[in-house]
């Protein structure tokens, strides 16, 4: 938990600080006057505020506060967008990871610490708990594989590397079930908060919630983006750097290929880098990621949101930007509280907008990570092998990663030495397995792959025990049909369709 969540509530000047920000939207909050009966967000908030416990009252008039300046900035935005000036657009120059010195960096490795980011629910899979929490392979989730990960580091080279997990009001429970059960091991493993920030109606631009303790519906967890204010809200930044702690090495917690590699912190060290992105090569299926790019001499985060139409398939071109941000990313921790300080880390704003139960439809207002490259010093990117970027973003990553395609070493996931193949094969699971609920029931358990190219299902597929897949195959039941794959079947390059109908490819 965030260690100032534990502290009393001690006066704060909020009333002064939103009357200001009331006075600076101006007409903005004139025109929500005529469409939200008079009310503005800024007092909404402040109402909110009033209505929070003294144990949690600073903690809520923080991310409030951090919440109106984000409302503020992205208002401005609206009424003078950045626009980029594209003949300054250029692909970057990144250094390769197989082309940096291996040195022994065990000694600067008691200098880092890893963070995962741990606040995501898995809603693409239909699941409402905490994506880390799903159960990978051998009865073991993401976090107990990441956990591995960081303590084999630790005996490998007699160090001591912390895990930060950065958690949601979404996942903090079901992360706390897990870790709990790491308490008497040798790793050290601290959970904190990120902000909790309200949804605003699309229409009036007011706040859903009205009280601080409304239900979690009525908010939501502001991106990764927030980590830097989480850091030095919560006290983690300032207890780390008094440990002597310089470096942190972020990841999502569900990309098993995301293991701490010291010759990417000896490179940082090396070229005195503040900010170094690792970078794959993109694919037909990355085309709308993040990309790097060099814009006027300094490394940008492009994302697609950022891009007037006329430039879309510059921006989607593998000619022109070959790579995207993976979101490894190596921080370093004096120059991230520099920078806090100065209060410049002004990240790019992302307007969502999400469905609500009343039927009208709500704003979330989100910040990305990576975008923070702008603001660091001598800032890096370093481009690295696919391996190194291993999401499971829906049940078809999911498959692959439960399969005999991977094995888990010390919790890092690497292609089976089986395989033929560098490269893991392609798998396209149709919407009847979209729901993580529906995956596990249609498969009575995973099929071996070890040979496979590319696999597709779509339509009512059930798949038995021992089943085994190669080469290529396409599995598709047409409505109101059901396809039953018996036990011990092996299916290669083979076009199944209908009841059964065997098609060779």
Known sequence: MCPQANCPYTTYHTMSFFKNHTRRLGRRNAALK??????????????IIETSDPFNKKRINTELLSYLELHTRYVASLRNPSILDWDLVLAPEVAELDGLPSKDAGHDLDKLCVLKFNGGLGTSMGMTGAKSALVVKNGLTFLDLTIQQVKHLNKKYSVDVPLLLMTSLHTEQDTMQIITKYANQDIRITSFNQSRYPRLYSDTDLPLPQHAKDENRHWYPPGHGDLYASLQHSGLLEKLLREGKEYLFVSNSDNLGATVDPRILQHMIDTDAEFVM????????????????NYDGSLRLLELSQVDPQH??????????????TNNLWINLVALKRIL?????????VANTRPHHSGRSSVE??????SAIKFFERAQGVSVPRARYLPVKNCSDLLLMKSDIYDFIDG????????????APVVKLGDSFKNIQEFQDRLRQIPRILDLDHLTISGDVHLGAYVTFRGTVIIVAKDGQRIDIPDGST??????????????L
């Open 34 to 47: 005529a469409t939200g009966g008079g009310k503005t967000l800024s007092g909404e908030l402040e109402k």
């Open 278 to 293: 690792e970078v794959t090569n993109k694919t037909k299926a990355d085309i709308k990621g993040g990309t790097l790019i």
């Open 312 to 325: 879309l398939n510059d921006f989607q071109s593998v000619r022109k930007f070959g790579v995207f941000n």
């Open 491 to 504: 299916i290669e390059n083979r076009l199944v369709s209908g009841n059964l109908i065997n098609i060779e």
């Open 365 to 370: 207002l989100e910040t990305t990570a990576g």
């Open 341 to 349: 300080g100065q209060g410049i880390m002004e990240l790019d704003v």
């Open 412 to 423: 890092h996931a690497v292609v089976n030495p089986a395989r033929a193949f560098d490269t």
